[in-house]
Structures are given as C-alpha cells and as structure tokens.
C-alpha cells in the first residue's frame, strides 16, 4: 500500500502563508497525479488543486493565492497557500493516483489530512 503523509498544517491569520507538503511512499511504478483536497466541517470534500501530466487545475476559490507543485524524483507534492481567508479553514488531504508493481489499473490513496486553521 502507498502511504501519503501530509504535513505543515497549523493556526494562522488571516492574509497569511502556509505550505503543505505530502510526501508518498511505498513501492510503485509511478504516480500519475496528486492533488489536494480539503474538507470543512459540514460540508463535502472538494478539490482544491491537482498536477497531472505537468499540468495543475485549481478550485476557483483559491486560484491566485494557492499554488502546487510537485517534485517527482521525491514523490511528493507541495501546496503553498497565500493570502489564506477564515472560509479556508478545513482538514487538507493529499491524494495521490499510482501505478502499482503487481498491479493491473491505477490505485487511489488519501492521507490522513492536516488541519489547516485560519482566524479572523
């Protein structure tokens, strides 16, 4: 199993920075995508931002402020979270979409999350 393990989240103010990082691990052949996800209290998981292919997409609600990154040779992907708002307060989970030795089709995996707190 692939193990995705987030870090950098905490308690900041408004207009402030943070950066997450996720690191993957475990054996596989690649990683063909991983993006970031956050959940509110109450409400759904949505997409915050994804690289692929050297591609990334962004939710509208954070384009301009939050930026992804990834470097390949470390498996891992960086989210860096600028001018961050109260309404972005959530638990952020990495995600990652592997190929896997052994096995046939793509496997999705998800961190645990890192909270991510901004005040007012």
């Known amino acids: 199993q692939v193990q995705l393990v987030e870090s950098g989240g905490g308690l900041v103010q408004a207009g402030g920075s943070l950066r997450l990082s996720c690191a993957a691990s475990?054996?596989?052949?690649?990683?063909?995508?991983m993006g970031w996800y956050r959940q509110a209290p109450g409400k759904q998981r949505e997409l915050v931002a994804l690289?692929?292919?050297?591609?990334?997409t962004y939710a509208d609600s954070v384009k301009g402020r939050f930026t992804i990154s990834r470097d390949s040779a470390k498996n891992t992907v960086y989210l860096q979270m600028d001018s961050l708002k109260p309404e972005d307060t959530a638990v952020y989970y990495c995600?990652?979409?592997?190929?896997?030795?052994?096995?046939?089709?793509?496997?999705?995996?998800w961190g645990k999350g890192t909270l991510v707190t901004v005040s007012s």
């Open positions: 995600n990652a979409d592997a190929s896997l030795v052994g096995v046939l089709n793509p496997v999705n995996y």
């Open positions: 475990g054996i596989m052949f690649s990683i063909n995508a």
């Open positions: 690289t692929s292919g050297g591609r990334t």
